[in-house]
Nanobody, 124 residues
Framework: QVQLEESGGGLVQDGGSLRLSCAAS????????LGWFRQAPGKEREFVAA????????SYADSVKGRFTISRDNAENTVYLQMNSLKPEDTAVYFC?????????????????WGQGTQVTVSS
């Protein structure tokens, strides 16, 4: 099992930036993918971005391409989500998730471990 701890959420104005961090610990053996998802009130959890811990493969949701960047620090098993040009519709609880394997899938059901989430609020 992998433990995940997110940090970096907060309140920011329309057009602002935030950087989220996700520190992974536990039995991380072999290939792992870390992903970011978000869930707004009354909506389903949606994919944001994902990256392999040991490779260069990354994936993004169309709604964040060009604004968000996922990166990683392999030595620290930490993944970051740099969010620029934030919009009010980006407001949500952001979750970090992990799965064993190499596919940076956008399906939440494919991820086995989840963090508690961090709130991101973008004011207009």
């Amino acid at each position: 099992q992998v433990q995940l701890e997110e940090s970096g959420g907060g309140l920011v104005q329309d057009g602002g930036s935030l950087r989220l961090s996700c520190a992974a610990s536990g039995r991380i053996i072999g290939d792992y993918v870390l992903g970011w998802f978000r869930q707004a009130p009354g909506k389903e959890r949606e994919f944001v971005a994902a990256t392999r811990l040991s490779g260069v493969t990354t994936s993004y949701a169309d709604s964040v391409k060009g604004r968000f960047t996922i990166s990683r620090d392999n030595a620290e098993n930490t993944v970051y989500l740099q969010m620029n040009s934030l919009k009010p519709e980006d407001t949500a609880v952001y979750f970090c998730a992990a799965r064993s394997g190499v596919a940076t899938t956008s399906r939440p059901s494919m991820y086995s471990d989840w963090g508690q989430g961090t709130q991101v609020t973008v004011s207009s």
